[in-house]
């Protein structure tokens, strides 16, 4: 059974930081490509960060400036989300994702599974 399991999210100031891990289990971890989305109250999931099979390659969105970095472990077969610099924008659910295919790694439909989430609320 694969599963997909995020924590480390919350309530946090503006301005802090946040970092969010993903525990997956199921399948094998080190050749699936990872990555995490974002959804903002009543809007669509937006692409956060990837990352590759083997923790070489990573992509973000330029519009973060830097502020996201996601990194893996794929001795704990784990992948991880750090956020800096928050903004009341960032607050909403982080998804984890893993995917096998060499596509676009921001394209929602290249991910096989998908996490529950994690709860991030800013408070300014």
């Known amino acids: 059974q694969v599963e997909l399991v995020e924590s480390g999210g919350g309530l946090v100031q503006a301005g802090g930081s946040v970092k969010l891990s993903c525990v997956a289990s199921?399948?094998?971890?080190?050749?699936?490509?990872m990555g995490w989305f974002h959804r903002s109250s009543g809007k669509e999931r937006d692409f956060v960060a990837a990352i590759s099979w083997s923790g070489t390659t990573t992509y973000d969105t330029h519009s973060q400036k830097g502020r996201f970095t996601i990194s893996r472990d794929n001795a704990k077969n784990t992948v991880y989300l750090q956020i800096d610099s928050l903004k009341p924008e960032d607050t909403g659910v982080y998804y984890c994702?893993?995917?096998?295919?060499?596509?676009?790694?921001?394209?929602?439909?290249?991910?096989?599974?998908w996490g529950q989430g994690t709860p991030v609320t800013v408070s300014s």
């Open positions: 994702v893993a995917g096998s295919t060499d596509s676009d790694p921001s394209d929602i439909d290249r991910y096989d599974y």
């Open positions: 199921g399948f094998n971890f080190s050749r699936y490509h």
